[in-house]
């Protein structure tokens, strides 16, 4: 009881305080809301990365190996030239040979411009597929079919486009069945992706997935394509790439001491790297904060000991009524966690803004729980460095106190 | 009211020494003093500066404790008490009032008169119903809601005997309580004093104005740390 009319007369005591010296208060809590802005926007960029990657990571399939000519985060580009293409035929093979693959497709890519006769498009992602794209890349679709097993082996110039493509192309008629010009070859539109909105301020919408057989036809001559190949369950993900490497050796005739002359590549590179980037920026963005959130602190420790001398004769008579040491010492922490926390509101206010002005740029996400941090962490703050002053209130003397007028 | 000292007293002051170090030097403020006050007594302590006054109205208001001696507030030694245990008798047994008034300048009269009882741990409602009674004692029962600067010098002083008299303590410790008033608003305190001590409080004033003083029962002088005279009026 004691603690809450005391909490309720301790924050309007703070709160009048403030409002009394408005500058000082503002200046005071600056570094607290610059520390608390910083950790806030560091924490949603995670988080929202964290969201997006896990939701957009999807588009290299999920559960799925790609072998290729090119080992991704291998920097020897030299050996690597020198390594044979991976061609389309070796996705029939590893279908034939794997026991573990659900589904296998080649994949190829290029950028191309993409047109119709009301609009042209450039630099489009331009991918060759099979139709077990479908499932290795889990597809979703809006409208029409994906790619077919004929589509592929008639060699037939469709294709299906990515929703922002559809959104761009086709504004007024329907997009199914209407002819585009994918760098310079005709093609019929028989399916749109389903949307799958924008990762780190790329649309990922736009893209036009065309049977394999006519993207080495038309775009890829060398013939150089990577595989897509999925597992069942991630569990397995490490078995099939001993499989496939173990498919790959044998086609490709090596012996027991040739390195590979492939790459089985997977999401985990990516996700190892992601995790580097985004451990990196949380390392920063700590640092940054901890110091802001220092300066504030001590900024506030010299405020409340200005306060603490203002009000000596209160204090003097706060005691001389009864008050105890712990009850005075409440009093200036609580009021010094009042000026932190409101920095730490102004802090989530401004945080807000910016992962709001952020998220043209990067994806963001601001749960509920952030903006409790936020304050939370500030008042911890103000808990912290109020300490010393309020001990120093404490422990003065009344009757020294009230000699003070 | 009903614990008193082993002799029957209120307050029973032994052989109290206070001495002070100021730097390397001490100053004996108080060289073993005995006084005993009675309940319902009025009393005044009068001296120069530098007569042990302050310190003698320091350790009665148990805001200081002695060097050495024993000092019984209502039946408990409370010379050798603890910083915490000395917050808890204050808020208990003492009403202060101060030449100075020392209101809290951004709270209400009421809230003002409330503040004892905050830290007596009492619950609103109880602490709003007490403040307005002792606020009606002093007739400022229609001034409540206003803040010190709203206030006369009189009118102040009154809210301040009012928080004074509001957790119903034992002894009512008054500092040159018309030190800071004109002389016709001192006689409107002090006749509040009277009204107070016939309601049966104890009143000790500290005082360096007969006028004052003449309005108590009893008058105790102090020279140099020791009683000098001790005397008893017809009122």
């Known amino acids: 009881m004691r603690f809450v009319t005391d909490l309720g007369e301790g924050l309007r005591i703070a709160f009048r305080a403030l409002r009394a010296s408005r500058m000082r208060a503002v200046l005071t809590t600056l570094g607290i809301v610059i520390g608390v ?20 990571f999807s588009f290299l399939g999920t559960n799925t190996l790609y072998v290729s000519r090119w080992s991704w985060f ?56 099979s139709e077990d794209y479908l499932v290795t890349n889990s597809i979703k679709l809006d409208l029409g079919r994906f790619i077919s097993e004929d589509d592929v082996s ?35 539109v028989v399916g749109v992706n389903a949307k799958m909105g924008r990762f780190f301020g790329r649309d990922m919408d736009d893209f036009v997935l065309i049977p394999i057989t006519a993207f080495t036809k038309r775009f890829a001559r060398t013939g150089d394509v990577d595989i897509v190949v999925k597992a069942a369950t991630a569990e397995q993900l490490g078995d099939l790439e001993w499989e496939l490497r173990g498919i790959m050796r044998r086609l490709r005739n090596l012996g027991p001491l040739d390195p590979d002359d492939f790459g089985i590549n997977s999401q985990s590179m990516i996700m190892n790297i992601y995790r580097q980037v985004t451990g990196s920026i949380y390392a920063g963005g700590i640092i940054i904060a901890f110091i802001s959130l220092l300066v504030g602190g001590i900024g506030i420790m010299n405020i409340m000991l200005v306060s603490v001398n203002e009000r000596t004769s209160e204090i003097g008579l706060r005691k001389a009524l009864g008050a105890r040491r712990w009850m005075v010492a409440w009093q200036f922490l609580l009021e010094s966690a009042a000026i932190c926390a409101l920095g730490g509101i102004i802090g989530v206010v401004l945080a807000f803004a910016g992962s709001k002005v952020m998220n043209n740029f990067i994806p963001t996400s601001m749960p509920l729980w952030v903006v409790g941090f936020g304050v939370g962490f500030a008042a911890m703050v103000g808990i912290f460095f109020g300490l010393y002053p309020s001990m120093k209130a404490a422990r003065l003397s009344p009757i020294e106190a009230l000699r003070q007028e | 009211m009903s614990s ?32 005993a006050i009675g309940s319902n007594e009025y009393l005044a302590i009068m001296g120069p500066s530098g007569s042990g006054k302050s310190t003698l109205m320091n350790l009665i208001g148990c805001l200081d404790t002695p060097t050495s001696g024993d000092y019984y507030l209502a039946g408990e030694n409370v010379a050798r008490l603890s910083d915490g245990r000395l917050a808890e008798i204050r808020n208990q047994r003492i009403g202060f009032v101060f030449q100075t008034f020392n209101l809290l300048p951004r709270a209400t009269a009421l809230h003002n008169v409330e503040l004892p009882l905050i830290y007596a741990g009492l619950k609103a409602s109880v602490r709003h119903r007490r403040a307005k009674e002792a606020l009606a004692v002093v007739g400022l029962d229609d001034r409540m809601h206003h803040r010190p600067n709203e206030l006369s010098g009189g009118q102040r002083q009154r809210v301040a005997i009012a928080r004074a008299i509001v957790t119903n303590p034992s002894i009512i410790l008054a500092d040159e309580p018309t030190g800071n008033l004109d ?36 008058i105790v002088r102090l020279r140099d740390g020791q009683i000098e005279s001790d005397e008893l009026r017809k009122a």
């Not at chain 1, 802005?37 to 957009?56: D, E, F, P, R, W």
């Not at chain 1, 037939?156 to 329907?174: C, M, N, P, T, Y």
């Not at chain 2, 008193?4 to 108080?30: C, F, T, W």
């Open chain 1, 37 to 56: 802005t910083t950790v806030l926007l560091m924490i949603t960029i995670i988080l929202g990365l964290n969201k997006a990657v896990a939701g957009q």
């Open chain 1, 74 to 129: 291998d920097d020897n580009w030299r050996a690597m030239l020198k390594r044979p293409v991976v061609k389309v035929e070796m996705a029939d093979r590893i279908r034939e040979e794997s026991q573990l693959a659900v589904a296998v497709s080649p994949w190829g890519d290029t950028q191309r411009s993409v047109a119709n006769r009301s609009n042209r498009l450039t630099r489009v992602q331009v991918m060759g597929v």
């Open chain 1, 154 to 188: 008639h060699n037939r110039q469709v294709a299906v486009i990515g929703h922002g493509i559809s959104e761009k192309l086709f504004d007024r008629v329907g997009p199914l069945d209407q002819r585009i010009d994918v760098g310079g070859h005709k093609f019929r």
């Open chain 2, 4 to 35: 008193l000292s082993p002799n029957g007293h209120l307050i029973e002051m032994r052989d109290l020494v206070k001495i002070y170090k100021v730097g390397s030097e001490q100053v004996h403020a108080l060289r073993g003093l005995d006084l």
């Open chain 2, 183 to 218: 002389t016709k608003t001192g006689a409107e305190i002090m006749k509040i004093f009277d009204q107070i001590y016939d309601a049966g409080n104890t009143i000790v004033l500290v005082t360096h104005e007969e006028d004052i003083a003449r309005h108590t029962g009893r």
